[in-house]
């Protein structure tokens, strides 16, 4: 059971102070009576509440997929680029939420947004050894040997040595390669940084795929959408 005022403060109606006035105005009801106090106890799960006779949509959690464009930083807030929270509709951004991980500025693709705390910590924390794969093009061919040292483990220009990855050779030529590459790392530029380690260089990256999420290829660059019962089930199975 929660109190009425900070369900309501929680999905972006105002103040308590401005939930009080709202509520002696008549308009909020629950199981279909006018509430007199806006301190009342609710079930937020099971009990009707509305607000002008619209049902509110109460959730402790949000969990969203977005497709992230380039340009755009994963952040909640930054003093000179954009950020995934601006890109969110008011009605979620009220629920304060988070990017899961990071991607770099100028990579696209597959990003949770979510502010369930203890779930982020699963996904990111490096003893979970959850999957990141990505789409890249690179400028160069990229061939076995590369195969080979991204499984023994590619050190970086900063003598770092990452974990065991998976390079997945899609197409490649004298004019470049695309490749999938997976990680269970998140490391600053971590897969350009890896691509540099083999003389080579990143054109494009997309990440497709973090765990068990698969990016839904319907959202468009900035599109987002909240996760399906189905795919929340096996992001939190893991």
Known sequence: MERLDKILSNLGYGSRKEIK????????????????????????????????????????YIYIMMNKPAGVVSATFDNYDETVIDLLEPELAVFNPFPVGRLDKDTEGLLLITNDGELNHRLT??????????????????????????????VLDDGYKCLPARLEIIASDEHGSEVNITIQEGKFHQVKRMFEARNKNV???????????????????????????????MIKER
């Open 125 to 154: 924390s490096p003893k979970w050894h959850v999957d990141k794969v990505y789409y890249a093009q690179i400028d160069k061919p990229v061939d076995e040997n590369d195969v080979k040292a991204f499984e023994k483990g590619i």
């Open 21 to 60: 006035a709202l509520v002696k105005s008549g308009i909020v009801e629950v199981n279909g009576e006018v509430v007199k106090s806006s301190d009342v106890k609710v079930n937020p799960e099971k009990d009707e509440i509305k607000v002008s006779g619209e049902e509110i949509n109460y959730r402790k």
């Open 203 to 233: 054109l494009y990256l997309k990440r497709i795929k973090m765990g068990n999420l698969v990016l839904d290829e319907r959202l468009e660059e900035g599109q987002y959408r909240e996760l399906s019962k189905e795919e929340l089930r």
